[in-house]
């Protein structure tokens, strides 16, 4: 069975920084598109990065330039480094492997939960 363990969310003033991290098992990690995806109150759960088993990257427009998507194969790992995080970017965020726009392959983890706040 595929387990989605995210970790690494908090509470950070806007400006600052934070590094999630997703660790994968019961799957061949390296086969799969990985995608971080986030959930804020009231609002439908968008990705917001992805990275190719080749580890080329793809970004939402709100989060480029500010989040950096990167995988540790070895690990089973996938990261997210939030910098410059504003207000909007607070969310539950998730890790799953992407399918296509749509879809994903997994169930989801229970998520970390980031607050951007002063």
């Known amino acids: 069975q595929v387990q989605l363990v995210e970790s690494g969310g908090g509470l950070v003033q806007p400006g600052g920084s934070l590094r999630l991290s997703c660790v994968v098992s019961?799957?061949?990690?390296?086969?799969?598109?990985m995608g971080w995806y986030r959930q804020a109150p009231g609002k439908q759960r968008e990705l917001v990065a992805r990275i190719s088993s080749e580890s080329v990257t793809n970004y939402a427009d709100s989060v480029k330039g500010r989040f950096t998507i990167s995988r540790d194969n070895a690990k089973n790992t996938v990261y997210l480094q939030m910098n410059s995080l504003k207000p909007e970017d607070t969310a539950v965020y998730y890790c799953?492997?992407?399918?296509?726009?749509?879809?994903?392959?997994?169930?989801w983890g229970q998520g970390t939960q980031v607050t951007v706040s002063s």
């Open positions: 799953n492997a992407f399918l296509n726009l749509y879809n994903q392959y997994f169930s």
């Open positions: 019961g799957t061949i990690f390296s086969a799969y598109t």
